[in-house]
T-cell receptor, first 112, second 113 residues
């Protein structure tokens, strides 16, 4: 059974700092991996999707990497801003494409 | 605008009173699913549908029903809600292929008293 773990559970940083969020998964047989952002009481906003055959994806200040063989992904946020404060969720899709398995999330707070 | 729309956004109901949460997507996606989000447990899949008239159980299907009569709609039905179904519910849709993202609705916060 696929399990997804995100470390750290919470992170508080000063504005401007570069930071890394970690995601690990137990079964490397995945279809793709997606990073989401969730604001309190709100829905999930897709940030980046990495196909299983890819190593990384970039969007603006965000860069996500995938090492399928070791079961790890990282989300790098450059020059963090207070508006980046949110919960970040990592999810892997199984090979049949039926289900997204989510990590518990990392709660990020960027202080101004 | 591409979106997944859930209604209602907030609902308070009493134990045993049947309710339906609607979900609609405008992206012609084949795949739709329902998740619930609970503190400490994260997001868990309730039911999913690969296409019209094709549905299957996820990890926590007990107490829920779904139907997929049209491609765009995937309602979640609670025939006899109980307090343990108090949760934040999300509908999601996607197409097929490795490069397709999952899109989520804004969520429905359900309280069963």
């Amino acid at each position: 059974k696929q399990e997804v773990t995100q470390i750290p559970a919470a992170l508080s940083v000063p504005e401007g700092e570069n930071l890394v969020l970690n995601c690990s998964f137990t079964d490397s047989a995945i279809y793709n991996l997606q990073w989401f952002r969730q604001d309190p009481g709100k829905g999930l906003t897709s940030l980046l999707l990495i196909q299983s055959s890819q190593r990384e994806q970039t969007s603006g200040r965000l860069n996500a990497s995938l090492d399928k063989s070791s079961g790890r992904s990282t989300l790098y946020i450059a020059a963090s801003q207070p508006g980046d404060s949110a919960t970040y969720l990592c999810a892997v899709r199984d090979l049949y494409g039926n289900k997204l398995v989510f990590g518990a999330g990392t709660i990020l707070r960027v202080k101004s | 605008e591409a979106q997944v729309t859930q209604n209602p956004r907030y609902l308070i109901t009493v134990t045993g009173k049947k309710l339906t949460v609607t979900c609609s997507q405008n992206m012609n996606h084949e795949y739709m699913s329902w998740y619930r989000q609970d503190p400490g447990l994260g997001l868990r899949q309730i039911y999913y549908s690969m296409n019209v008239e094709v549905t299957d159980k996820g990890d926590v299907p007990e107490g829920y029903k779904v139907s997929r009569k049209e491609k765009r709609n995937f309602p979640l039905i609670l025939e006899s809600p109980s307090p343990n179904q108090t949760s934040l519910y999300f509908c999601a849709s996607s197409s097929y292929g490795q490069n397709t993202e999952a899109f989520f609705g804004q969520g429905t916060r359900l309280t069963v008293v």
